[in-house]
């Protein structure tokens, strides 16, 4: 396993039992309020959350319409947690890069605070575009934030909370990945420190 999926999965294994009162349950909160306000879903659509932690967000949006749901998380520990909140979901571990789901399989991939825990970022949206069927939507959000904090939460708080966050990406860098990987970008949200993209596969 890889430097920074490695920490990722030792701390959320960790964290899994009491993961809405740390301050990672805290700080994502907002995150997953604004995804959900973004995203739209429809009946009999396959909907996957990347690196689902607890399962919330996924949870949250299957409330929206039938959907069939789905979330995979590295942390084995995290989808225990899944499975006993979330029986009606279907959980599974793995991790972001190597999705188990078929080639066009899939409608909506979302993805909510994790971007920035991944040893290899890019290699997230060629999985999602490979998994995803034409017109198929992926929604991302991660953390942005103006130098010189960016440079303090990466040199100073991710060092310090242990947890394989690996790196911040500015708004042109967060994009690129969309445009790089031939997925056309639908909408931009930026609101403060959240940046979420939305992209259509065409
Ligand atoms: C900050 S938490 C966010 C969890 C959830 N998305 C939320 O918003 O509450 C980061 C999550 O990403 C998972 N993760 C980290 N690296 C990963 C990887 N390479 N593949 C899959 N999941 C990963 C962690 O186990 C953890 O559950």
Known sequence: MKK???LSQAKYDKKAPKYDKTIDGHYTAKFKRKL???ITVSDGEKVLDVGCGNGTLICA???KAKIHAYGVDISPKMIDECRARHPH???QVSVADELP???NELDVVTMCCVLHHLD?????????RRVLKTGGRLIVSDPWYPPPFKQFTE???FPLHNAGDKQLFTHKEFRDFFVENDLPVTETYYRGNVQTIMAKKS
């Open 155 to 157: 040199w100073i708080v």
């Open 4 to 6: 920074f999926a490695k």
């Open 89 to 91: 979901i279907d959980f």
């Open 120 to 128: 290899e970022p890019q290699n997230f949206f060629a999985e999602a």
């Open 36 to 38: 959900l306000e973004a």
């Open 61 to 63: 949006i299957s409330r």
């Open 101 to 103: 789901f078929a080639d």
